[in-house]
Nanobody
């Protein structure tokens, strides 16, 4: 069965860092463009970042995280990462990953089932 498992979230103080992991099961992740998404309490889910498939990797970020978040992938381990630095209270959300159509970012629609996500709480 195809699914993602997100991990790495937690409670962190403002200005702190976390690295989220998205491990794919049941599929070879390197052929897919992958997006990181988040959903804050009472808000709609939004896309945070995208990383393309293939050798010529392209990435995109939503404006609010540019310069603070970095997406990367380790195809050998079927994993996509989201390094989050300079965390702010507004980054508090559940973070998810999902496949996207297209071979470059920002890519097209996301598709497939949603995983459980990983909770990030930024608070002093």
């Amino acid at each position: 069965q195809l699914h993602f498992v997100e991990s790495g979230g937690g409670l962190v103080q403002p200005g702190g860092s976390l690295r989220l992991s998205c491990v794919a099961s049941g599929l070879t992740l390197d052929v897919y463009t992958v997006g990181w998404f988040r959903q804050a309490p009472g808000k709609a889910r939004e896309e945070v970042s995208c990383i393309s498939s293939g050798a010529g990797v392209s990435t995109t970020y939503t404006d609010s995280v540019k310069g603070r978040f970095t997406v990367s992938r380790d195809n050998a381990n079927n994993t996509v990462y989201l390094q989050m630095n300079g965390l702010k209270s507004e980054d508090t959300a559940i973070y998810y990953c999902r496949r996207k159509t297209g071979t470059s970012c920002p890519g097209g629609l996301s598709f497939g089932s949603w995983g459980q996500g990983t909770q990030v709480i930024v608070s002093s």
